[in-house]
Nanobody, 125 residues
Framework: QVQLVESGGGLVQAGGSLRLSCAAS????????MGWFRQAPGKERDFVAV????????YYADSVKGRFTISRDNAKNTVYLQMNVLKPEDTAVYYC??????????????????WGQGTQVTVSS
């Protein structure tokens, strides 16, 4: 069992930055790909970014490419999402996720083994 706890959300003006963190319990953190999803009110939960077990490969949704960066520190059992040049449309609850897939350039909700509880990100215009 892995527990994921996100932090770092908040209110920021458009054009600003935030860094989300997701701390994982357990000794098997490096066994999983890690990813971020987001869900705006009334909308589905959407893929944002995924990082391979070693951190050597990263993939992003087109909507965040060039603005967001996913990274991980396996020694600290933590995955990060650096969000720059934030836009009002980035407003959502952001969820950390873990899956066991390999070689895919995305992460799908139905393949996720573990979810965090979510952290709210609000971008004002």
């Amino acid at each position: 069992q892995v527990q994921l706890v996100e932090s770092g959300g908040g209110l920021v003006q458009a054009g600003g930055s935030l860094r989300l963190s997701c701390a994982a319990s357990g000794r098997t953190f490096s066994s999983y790909r890690m990813g971020w999803f987001r869900q705006a009110p009334g909308k589905e939960r959407d893929f944002v970014a995924v990082i391979s077990r070693s951190g050597g490969r990263t993939y992003y949704a087109d909507s965040v490419k060039g603005r967001f960066t996913i990274s991980r520190d396996n020694a600290k059992n933590t995955v990060y999402l650096q969000m720059n040049v934030l836009k009002p449309e980035d407003t959502a609850v952001y969820y950390c996720a873990a899956d066991g897939r390999r070689g895919e350039d995305t992460m799908t909700s139905k393949a996720v083994y573990y979810w965090g509880q979510g952290t709210q990100v609000t971008v004002s215009s």
